[in-house]
């Protein structure tokens, strides 16, 4: 069975609020072992998934599959970027 015929999101690990204050950058990472939804609460920035350049904002989900490489960029909201991660 391929991960595309998987259902999304087996398990949970946990539900995590984050946040980014102008001009900061989470670390690029992946996971081996997790799926995850980022949940954009408040502010806009840019989200790399794999080899895509995300522009987001509040209200918008971004799915990343197990070992998909990731980042979320707070370039120029004045507020803080905020965000759920539910792994």
Not at 52 to 81: K, M, S
Request: aromatic fraction near 12%.
């Amino acid at each position: 069975e391929s991960d595309a015929e998987r259902p999304c999101l087996l398990g949970m690990y946990y539900i995590a609020r984050q946040a980014l204050v102008r001009g900061k950058a989470a670390d690029l990472h992946n996971h081996d072992d997790k799926e995850q939804v980022y949940y954009i609460l408040e502010g806009w920035g840019t989200m790399i998934a794999g080899d895509e350049v995300l522009q987001v904002a509040e209200g918008d989900t971004v799915y990343l599959p197990r070992n998909v490489f990731h980042q979320i960029i707070n370039e120029d909201y004045d507020g803080w970027l905020s965000y759920l991660v539910i792994s």
